[in-house]
């Protein structure tokens, strides 16, 4: 008897269990707007009690999980074309901005203190440019004591994000150097680490060392990063303010689904090295659909803060707008 | 009737991990096909790894990380060996019994620690000292070498000394009897007496330092190049398979199941060699 109530107890339970489930979104893709997409999504399961769960597995992987329909949503760090969309019928809009800073581990030079031309930086990662003390660095940091040693450049060992907004940044200057997620560095001294952390680690503890990570990984291991030259030719050190700036000059249309590579932007102000993230959601997927974009509208009104604090830059209220009437037009909203 | 059940399900449990192990080979296999097709032999020292701006093919060569794999375990049998032969010496027939048991299980747990574990400790702590020592980057070559090498000693060492402790005490005692020294006694009888084993536990750590990803990974630099000087970084095949598999696509997975497939015969080869030729030659 007592054996009895008690499975019916349970019974009860896993069925509760099971409702609860059913109203969890899944979504896995780019690591780079990860940390601020855990903090929405707990702060979003407080309020409301929808559970969203994101795995940062990487932007390919998730444009690949989105395509086989194993997810709700799925992030991206590079925007898919129209043609892509189309194919494989999939919305797609902008979450949040976030940059990409330059940081390096050098006795004696504290964080933004080093300023890196567009042609240094260039050369630096086109293997032009081998040894700290080169003129090319040298002549915009005279009050610096270079040393003549051997510059190593870390990058991703994995395909990222993160690498394609970078590597957009770098072909404006230097058009040899291919706009890739995984691309063959030209360099000389080449380390590379597994996602921002492995890179982060690896500038940590090799001197002389100079590698791209994103900004929030720069704030909490408490990395130097570069003032690095933007198109007007200014050195502008990476603070939340430079990347608003940046943020202001991003041409976004819903009638492209927001297809747009918004790195090395114009301003006097603009810190050049700027990204956005993308969800891509499944066409035919209304109710689901009408979740996520619940959940983001809900990021896009109680969102901004956290997103700040962490070191993105939120979309600008034009663009949030923008994003809403195209949910409204897909009829996702 | 529970005699029957009992049986059954034991001989399922058997016959399942040889079904799993032939299962792993022919996914591999089959996944490779593609890669196998393209490249074929030419793959094992095409030195490229590149993928097509388009995602979709690209041209792949497997020369790179075979050679790192292959460096980086021999630069850790070099530094495992004298070291884990002078441990189970040690322990054998030198060290007092009240030191035995201590060191005994020290190296065993050892032997436990997760290999994770091992390369952020090498990262963070060892990199640093062998980049002050030796020069280059800290993270390379050497340093993922002698970090296997940490890995791989307590158990060559464990099974070595399970190896000697076989030795029967009448051989040594009359060959002590006979005027030899410790060194002679180590040299001629329970060397040659245990060989089988020690030959064995080599093999077996080669094995397990060939495929060792998540230590390697931290440490080897994860570069696609032959490394010049023994500082420089290079990378290994589980290091490639564990960087890339999550965001690559058609032709490069198939070219990473290729990869894979290798080092699943030469490790499969090598314990193999291990298990039938000198543990089962003689009776240790």
Do not use: C
């Not at chain 1, 997810?71 to 990409?100: C, I, N, R, W, Y």
């Not at chain 1, 993160?162 to 560095?185: A, C, G, H, M, R």
């Not at chain 1, 994103?214 to 690095?228: D, I, N, P």
């Not at chain 2, 530094?79 to 005994?104: C, D, N, Q, R, Y």
């Amino acid at each position: 008897m007592v054996m009895k109530k008690m499975f019916t107890a349970a019974l009860i339970a896993s069925v509760t269990a099971v409702t609860v489930y059913a109203e969890e979104l899944k979504g896995r893709g780019a690591s780079f707007p990860a940390p601020l997409y855990k903090v929405w999504t707990s702060e979003y399961y407080k309020a409301t009690g929808v559970k969203v769960n994101y795995t940062p597995t990487g932007s390919g992987d998730g444009v690949k999980s989105i395509t086989k329909r194993m997810v709700d949503f799925a992030g991206s760090d590079t925007p898919l074309k129209q043609k892509e969309l189309k194919k494989e019928k999939l919305h797609m809009f902008p979450t949040v901005v976030g940059s990409v800073v330059l940081a390096y581990n050098l006795d004696g030079i504290k964080d933004g203190e080093l300023k890196l031309s567009r042609k240094a930086i260039a050369g630096i990662f086109n293997g032009t440019i081998t040894h700290w003390d080169d003129q090319a660095i040298a002549e915009h940091n005279a009050e610096l004591q270079l040393p003549h040693e051997p510059i190593t450049v870390a990058v991703r060992a994995d395909k990222s994000g993160t690498t394609f907004n970078f590597t957009y940044f770098l072909n404006q200057i230097d058009e040899k150097i291919k706009v890739s997620k995984k691309p063959t560095w030209k360099a000389n001294k080449v380390i590379a680490g597994k996602s921002n952390s492995g890179v982060s680690a690896n500038i940590q503890q090799i001197k002389n060392s100079i590698g791209y990570i994103e900004y929030s990984y720069k704030m909490t291991l408490g990395l130097s990063a570069a003032q690095v030259e933007n198109k007007e030719g200014q050195f502008i050190t990476p603070t939340l303010e430079s990347f608003q700036d940046a943020a202001k000059y991003a041409t976004w249309t819903p009638d492209n689904d927001f297809y747009a590579v918004i790195g090395d932007p114009a301003g006097v102000t603009s810190y050049p090295i700027v990204a956005a993230t993308f969800l891509l959601l499944p066409e035919e997927k209304q109710a689901t659909n009408k979740n996520v974009t619940k959940f983001m509208e809900w990021a896009f009104t109680q969102g901004d803060a956290p997103a700040v604090e962490l070191g993105y830059v939120p979309l600008p209220k034009e663009t949030k707008d923008q994003i809403r009437a195209y949910w409204e037009a897909k009829g996702i909203r | 009737m529970g005699g029957k059940l009992f049986r059954n399900f034991s001989f399922l449990s058997a016959t399942l991990s040889f079904f799993i192990l032939i299962g792993i080979f022919a996914v591999l296999f089959t996944y490779a096909q593609e890669a196998l097709h393209e490249f074929g032999i030419d793959f094992l020292y095409s030195d490229s790894w590149e993928v097509d701006e388009d995602d979709e093919g690209g041209l792949f060569g497997g020369w790179i990380p075979i050679v790192g794999t292959l460096l980086s375990t021999l630069i850790a049998m070099a530094i495992a060996i004298p070291l884990a032969m002078g441990i189970a010496i040690f322990l054998t027939e030198i060290a007092h019994e009240t030191l035995v048991k201590p060191v005994s299980i020290a190296i065993e747990l050892l032997a436990a620690i997760p290999s994770i574990i091992y390369g952020m400790w090498g990262l963070f702590y060892f990199a640093p000292i062998v980049q002050s020592t030796v020069g280059g980057d800290g993270v390379g070559l050497l340093t993922a070498g002698i970090v296997l090498a940490i890995m791989i000693i307590p158990f060559m060492a464990a099974i070595t000394r399970d190896a000697m402790n076989t030795v029967p005490p009448v051989l040594k005692e009359s060959a002590y009897a006979m005027g030899a020294t410790t060194y002679e006694v180590v040299k001629d009888v329970v060397m040659p007496y245990a060989k089988g084993g020690i030959i064995g536990s080599i093999i077996l750590a080669l094995g397990r330092a060939l495929g060792e990803t998540m230590a390697v990974a931290f440490l080897i630099g994860s570069v696609m190049k032959i490394p010049d000087r023994i500082t420089d970084p290079t990378t290994s095949i589980p290091v490639l398979l564990a960087n890339n598999f999550a965001e690559a696509q058609d032709l490069e997975i198939s070219a990473m199941y290729y990869l894979a497939l290798i080092l699943f015969v030469v490790s499969f080869a090598l314990i193999s060699l291990a298990k039938f030729y000198f543990f089962g030659r003689k009776s240790v």
